[in-house]
């Protein structure tokens, strides 16, 4: 049973450019959320997919924007990038968002922005 | 104010120690509750959910109150292989919001021989 897939696993760009991230779900999952962890500091919830829907957001700005695919897939866009976007993005999948559903976490993208 | 608020840490104990870990959250409509741990450069990984009755699993024991709002865990006999970083997390359900954890920023622990 695959668990949650991140591509690519390490990235680096300058100030300015433009990323996408990719994940792919834990295998009968339908819901990912996309967590940004900065060094010493816990994952901040960007936004989270359903249906192919961006469902809720958290506090990042308007050039952070996602995707999600028929397949559950799901992607992370960050428009002109800033030396402070650097950090490991996470993408967490669960079935639903029910009280209590685990979220499972892939292993990360690791971003670095000069 | 953070919406969750660990111990900064570090801790550093011997194997075999007792340790525990302290939690606030701030947002009374907070729901469901978590402990993770993340391993260096890893992705973070469910220890264990935390309920109002309290619970336990093996050698690690959590307490919810949520009166006071505050989450704790506490780790028994500790191995060398508990090192890690461990993550309070809160889950808040209802209006506009599921399933959107809010984490603490981590307390890191290291057991040494």
């Known amino acids: 049973d695959a668990g949650v897939t991140q591509s690519p696993t390490h990235l680096i760009k300058t100030r300015g450019q433009q990323v996408t991230l990719r994940c792919s779900p834990k295998?009968?999952?339908?819901?990912v959320s996309w967590y940004q962890q900065a060094l010493g500091q816990g994952p901040q919830f960007i936004f989270q997919?359903?249906?192919?829907?961006?469902?809720q957001r958290g506090n990042f700005p308007d050039r952070f924007s996602g995707h999600q695919f028929p397949n559950y897939s799901s992607e992370l866009n960050v428009n002109a990038l800033l030396l402070g976007d650097s950090a490991l993005y996470l993408c967490?999948?669960?079935?639903?968002?029910?009280?209590?559903?685990?979220?499972?976490f892939g292993p990360g993208t690791r971003l670095l922005v000069l | 104010r953070k919406e969750v608020e660990q111990d900064p840490g570090p801790f550093n104990v011997p194997e075999g120690a007792t340790v525990a870990f302290n939690c606030t959250y701030s947002?009374?409509?907070?729901?469901?509750f978590f402990w993770y741990r993340q391993d260096c450069r890893k992705e973070p990984k469910l220890l264990m959910s935390?309920?109002?009755s309290g619970n336990e699993d093996g050698r690690f024991t959590a307490q919810l109150n949520r009166a006071s709002q505050y989450i704790s865990l506490l780790i028994r006999d500790s191995k060398l292989s508990d090192s890690a970083t461990y993550l309070c997390?809160?889950?808040?359900?209802?209006?506009?919001?599921?399933?959107?954890?809010?984490f603490g920023q981590g307390t890191i622990l290291t057991v040494h021989p």
């Open positions: 997390v809160v889950n808040v359900y209802g209006g506009t919001s599921y399933g959107k954890l809010t």
């Open positions: 935390v309920y109002s």
């Open positions: 947002n009374s409509a907070s729901q469901s």
């Open positions: 967490a999948s669960s079935l639903g968002v029910a009280m209590g559903e685990t979220q499972y």
């Open positions: 997919y359903y249906e192919e829907e961006e469902r």
């Open positions: 295998s009968g999952h339908d819901t």
